[in-house]
């Protein structure tokens, strides 16, 4: 006998529930009757979205209807720090929180904040639970949109292009990982996605008809796939009937629904962070964020030097030479420094305790690539030879699923890192769920198309780094890969895997590096390319990772962006536009009151059809003056302002 946890009544009349938004203008109306729990969601008289049918199905067998035995409210209004200052040095955490509790054993805690309403269940049963399915219905309006990646199975990349459709045209058989961004017929956004993802499969998606969308998972694994390909090892062959088995007593994702008025209000979310766990970490002072040169690409194309470049121990301590000098702090071996079914061995002429040595002298930390599968297989062996090898951080890849299985792996190997003090960047990933802030050393993860699909697809391009800020970036940190110094427009963009060029500007390119959040971030040209390109590397030298504040100067999704970070008192802003030409007169009324010096990367004049093409200049403004971004088809802008007595 199943027990579908939808929190009903033992009363015939209706219990309901109001939860207002600290400051007044988000209401949630709660309804709990003998057909389940609705909430609907407004914005003063707007209504935003319907919820129905909210309930976990599982083994349970009570027999009991679910009668609410109490309900309590808190408020919540405090200052968050990061441990990693990914977009700001403190986050506020306002909310008023409803907690209702029923005789059963569940609890069903709403959490409104001013931007946006998240719930979560709980559970308090002796014994472990068998999840069949989690049941949630999310209704819309007539004519409302969607933004999404969309699958054929839960095997997924999570590297599918953006696609945009009203939600009535919506295909059911697609699955759509999140997050979602739905745009409203009024403007308004509303984003889709979780936090707290522990020891349960990620939420997914799909049209169930009309303006409606249903939650789905994936099952639970029966069977693993074994292949000859190292790459595709470890997928799902068959699953079970059920999603999930957790201990009865436990807190589940909180589900978000983010509201935002404007394209801002998805760039100034912090939801995902703030409902996730706090970090268990006692000692964080190693984990330190920075830049990062890695050999996958640009081992090929390196030049003007004596001696041959691949995989070996002398092109290592090339990069670590140039990390050196430009002050970067990482140095990566991707993919093919090792056997790929053996990470305790390097290949012939790579001599890893020689390299990691010279990399000390130098103040370079060296990182690993590895096959996610390979890591399990070795797990000891692995993590114990990398730390005697004096390895920083390893760069995990291909998982491609988000079941509870793998859910539960990324936690095993964020901590186990944390053990040997390492820092973590997921590849082949689902999108972050606040796993940075319960474990800081994870600085980044893919789960988008970066600068990689440049070499085989039309998919990277300026339009789709116009998406990022407002999806996929709400979410967390991500490893575009971005300040490509082979850069194209439109009309002669390329596929080239080995030597990729990016689809935009040079002053474009550059611009992605304050854009897109990562504390890690990876830089994709050789040694070689950036010194042959030292105006503009020195340039890239300036830029931090870590942020003391962020604000989205203009912007609109799918077309330009301006973003403006502030580390310290110095100011770093970036602007992109997509295909169109565009001039935006921005006020620099954000600035406090005097004169800045101001550095200007911006395209030159002839970027339309030479993207290479860019103009550095130099000069003072004073605070409140109007600046002319002139941008290209493709084209971008770059600033660095500093108070002019720094």
Request: one cysteine or more; a neutral charge; glycine letters at 6%.
């Amino acid at each position: 006998m199943l027990l579908l946890l939808s929190l009903f009544c033992i009363a015939g009349n209706a219990q309901q529930y109001m939860l207002l938004s600290p400051d007044k203008k988000l209401s949630v109306e709660i309804e709990s009757s003998r057909q389940g729990v609705t909430v609907k969601m407004m914005k003063e008289a707007d209504l935003l979205l319907s919820l129905s049918d909210i309930g976990i199905v599982t083994d349970q067998t009570t027999g009991a209807l679910l009668q609410i035995k109490k309900a309590e409210r808190s408020a919540v209004n405090e200052i968050v720090k990061p441990v990693i200052r990914e977009k700001s040095e403190a986050y506020r955490n306002e909310y008023n929180e409803l907690a209702l509790t029923f005789r059963s054993g569940q609890t069903l805690t709403f959490r409104l904040f001013n931007e946006g309403l998240a719930y979560r269940f709980s559970t308090a049963f002796k014994d472990s639970l068998t999840i069949f399915r989690e049941t949630l219905d999310i209704q819309f309006r007539e004519g409302d949109s969607i933004r999404f990646q969309s699958e054929k199975s839960f095997n997924s990349a999570y590297e599918q292009p953006y696609e945009f459709k009203k939600l009535s045209e919506l295909d059911p058989d697609k699955l759509c990982n999140l997050p979602v961004l739905i745009e409203k017929q009024s403007g308004k956004f509303l984003m889709i996605t979780e936090a707290d993802l522990y020891h349960y499969p990620g939420l997914w998606v799909k049209s169930s008809g009309g303006s409606q969308i249903t939650a789905t998972h994936p099952r639970y694994p029966k069977t693993l796939k074994k292949t000859n390909n190292p790459y595709s090892t470890g997928q799902v062959g068959e699953t079970h009937d059920y999603i999930a088995r957790v201990a009865g007593k436990r807190s589940y994702p909180w589900r978000i629904f983010a509201v935002a008025d404007r394209e801002e209000g998805l760039i100034s979310n912090n939801m995902v962070y703030l409902l996730a766990s706090p970090t268990e970490l006692k000692d964080v002072s190693w984990i330190r964020p920075g830049v990062v040169m890695f050999d996958w690409w640009a081992k090929n194309n390196i030049f003007g030097v004596d001696f041959k470049a691949g995989v070996n121990t002398e092109t290592a301590k090339y990069f670590i030479d140039f990390c050196a000098e430009k002050g970067f702090r990482y140095f990566l071996f991707d993919d093919g420094w090792s056997p790929k079914s053996d990470l305790l061995h390097t290949v012939p002429g790579l001599n890893m305790p020689e390299v990691t040595a010279y990399a000390k002298t130098k103040g370079v930390d060296v990182m690993l690539w590895v096959i996610w599968n390979t890591l399990k297989e070795q797990w000891d062996e692995a993590f114990d030879q990398f730390e005697r090898w004096g390895i920083k951080g390893i760069k995990m890849d291909f998982m491609n699923r988000d079941d509870q299985q793998m859910v539960e792996f990324y936690e095993a190997v964020a901590g186990k890192a944390a053990e040997k003090k390492m820092v973590v960047d997921f590849h082949g990933a689902y999108k972050p769920c606040g796993l940075s802030r319960k474990y800081p050393n994870v600085l980044t993860r893919e789960a988008l198309i970066e600068f990689e699909q440049s070499g085989v697809s039309d998919n990277d391009n300026p339009r789709h780094h116009n998406l990022l800020p407002y999806i996929r970036m709400f979410t967390g940190a991500m490893d575009y890969i971005p300040a490509t110094m082979r850069n194209a427009n439109k009309n002669n963009f390329r596929h080239c895997w080995d030597y990729p060029m990016g689809w935009g500007t040079r002053a474009h390119s550059m611009a992605l590096f304050i854009i897109l959040s990562s504390p890690m971030t990876m830089l994709p040209d050789s040694p070689s390319d950036y010194n042959r390109e030292n105006e503009c590397t020195g340039f890239l030298t300036k830029i931090p990772v870590e942020w003391d504040e962020t604000k989205l100067l203009a912007g609109k999704i799918g077309q330009y962006t301006v973003l403006a970070r502030r580390s310290g008192t110095v100011w770093h802003i970036g602007a992109i536009t997509n295909d169109d030409q565009r001039t935006i007169e921005l006020s620099t009324d954000f600035l406090k009151p005097g004169r800045y010096n101001i550095e200007i990367i911006e395209d030159g004049i002839n970027a339309a059809t030479a993207a290479t093409d860019y103009k550095l200049s130099r000069r003072q403004i004073s605070a409140g003056e109007i600046l002319k971004l002139a941008m290209a088809p493709g084209g971008g802008w770059l600033a660095r302002i500093t108070p002019e007595n720094k």
